[in-house]
């Protein structure tokens, strides 16, 4: 009969211990919850500290441009006189703004064009004075032949990629390379 008080005893010490534990644990996930939400406020209150500040930051810049608009004002009517551009000051595209430039030095240099056709080599161009090494001929009459070759050719064939064309020009050598995949 005494070992059934001993049970009984440490049974309601074991449910004791269990319920303050339980009791603890739900307190600490309580705590825990509210610094985390305290936590989150913090945060919330901070950013809004420096979303405050940068807004009082570009208060403070447009209260002193808009202060120094009067006082530039002043200076503008008395010493500068600049006035605001009209209608008829804008310009419709690039090259009304070219227009308005100065014009070049006499020692500039050429512009760089792109794109263009060849000009026809004339008997007095610096080239007519040239000898090729490989054929022996004048440098414009071998230029002209290349050139009217090349367009015989490519008018002929109706060549369309660059491709063709390279290999359409000259003696054959770049349309050895094209055949080859070089």
């Known amino acids: 009969?005494?070992?059934?008080?001993?049970?009984?005893?440490?049974?309601?010490?074991?449910?004791?211990?269990?319920?303050?534990?339980?009791?603890?644990?739900?307190?600490?996930?309580?705590?825990t919850f509210h610094v985390n939400a305290i936590k989150s406020e913090v945060r919330l209150a901070e950013r809004r500290i420096v979303s405050l500040e940068r807004e009082k930051l570009l208060l403070e810049t447009e209260f002193?441009?808009?202060?120094?608009?009067?006082?530039?004002a002043e200076w503008n009517a008395v010493e500068f006189g600049y006035v605001a551009p009209r209608a008829g000051q804008f310009l419709e595209n690039e090259t009304q703004l070219a227009i308005l430039g100065t014009p070049p030095r006499a020692d500039?240099?050429?512009?760089?064009?792109?794109?263009?056709?060849?000009p026809p080599i004339e008997d007095d161009s610096p080239l007519s004075d040239w000898v090729s090494p490989l054929t022996g001929q004048p440098m414009a009459?071998?230029?002209?032949?290349?050139?009217?070759?090349?367009?015989?050719?490519a008018?002929?064939?109706?060549?369309?990629?660059?491709?063709e064309r390279l290999a359409m020009t000259g003696?054959?050598?770049?349309?050895?390379?094209v055949e080859a995949g070089q």
Do not use: N, Y
């Open 1 to 31: 009969m005494a070992s059934q008080p001993i049970k009984t005893g440490s049974r309601m010490r074991q449910a004791s211990w269990a319920a303050t534990l339980s009791v603890a644990l739900g307190l600490f996930l309580a705590l």
């Open 64 to 72: 002193q441009s808009r202060a120094s608009q009067r006082q530039l």
């Open 108 to 118: 500039a240099p050429q512009p760089i064009r792109v794109a263009r056709v060849a």
């Open 141 to 153: 009459a071998e230029a002209r032949e290349a050139v009217a070759a090349g367009a015989r050719r």
């Open 155 to 163: 008018a002929a064939k109706g060549a369309a990629t660059l491709a």
């Open 171 to 177: 003696d054959g050598e770049f349309g050895e390379l």
